[in-house]
């Protein structure tokens, strides 16, 4: 069974730091690009950021380019999303995200985790 | 950027209804499309990919059409377990999502 499991989500001050971990499991982790998508309170789906199986392909949207980073280790089934920097606009439910089996960066999500929530709040 | 505009915002239907949410793109994204469910508390669900493949799993009333910059997913049969929020992706040029449907029980 696909578990995908966020944590280190909590409350930060603006223009403070806070790193996101998501801990894979049931797949063949480094077969898969992974991505970050986040959630604002009663809105929408925000895509972050995303990483290839090797890392040889990252991308970023614009509203956090420069300021995010996501990093994957293979080696222990993780994905990370290092945030500086923080603003009050990226309080939010964190999702991790897996695209099926595949070299590329962009696909579908099949699987997702429960979220982590952020609030930047002074 | 490639922006998504999903329509309706809301959707008012019954047990049975056959219902339509549509997509539109910006630009031609090709057929590079998926559907997600998304329930209160939840985490959303693959419905749909590549525009019109059906996610193991996921019941045969749900379908999507389309291609370029027009999509559509339909529910030939509304159930009770289908009222939820609907999202469009875009994963053609980076990832976009439209801005959500919400299909509430009239």
């Known amino acids: 069974e696909v578990q995908l499991v966020e944590s280190g989500g909590g409350l930060v001050q603006p223009g403070r730091s806070l790193r996101l971990s998501c801990a894979a499991s049931?797949?063949?982790?480094?077969?898969?690009?992974m991505h970050w998508v986040r959630q604002a309170p009663g809105k929408g789906l925000e895509w972050v950021s995303g990483t290839s199986w090797n890392s040889g392909k990252i991308d970023y949207a614009d509203s956090v380019k420069g300021r995010f980073t996501i990093s994957r280790d293979n080696a222990k089934n993780s994905l990370y999303l290092q945030m500086n920097s923080l603003r009050a606009e990226d309080t939010a439910l964190y999702y991790c995200?897996?695209?099926?089996?595949?070299?590329?960066?962009?696909?579908?999500?099949?699987?997702w985790g429960q979220g982590t929530l952020v609030t930047v709040s002074s | 950027d490639i922006q998504m505009t999903q329509s309706p915002s809301t959707l008012s239907a019954s047990v049975g209804d056959r219902v339509t949410i549509t997509c539109r793109a910006s630009?031609?994204?090709?057929?590079?499309l998926a559907w997600y469910q998304q329930k209160p508390g939840k985490a959303p669900k693959l419905l749909i990919y590549k525009a019109s493949s059906l996610e193991s799993g996921v019941p045969s009333r749900f379908s999507g059409s389309g291609s370029e910059t027009q999509f559509t997913l339909t529910i030939s049969s509304l159930q009770p377990d289908d009222f939820a929020t609907y999202y469009c992706q875009q994963y053609y040029s980076l990832i976009t999502f439209g801005q959500g449907t919400r299909l509430e029980i009239k």
């Open positions: 049931g797949f063949t982790f480094d077969e898969s690009a």
């Open positions: 995200a897996k695209g099926p089996r595949g070299y590329q960066l962009l696909y579908q999500f099949d699987y």
């Open positions: 630009q031609s994204i090709i057929t590079w």
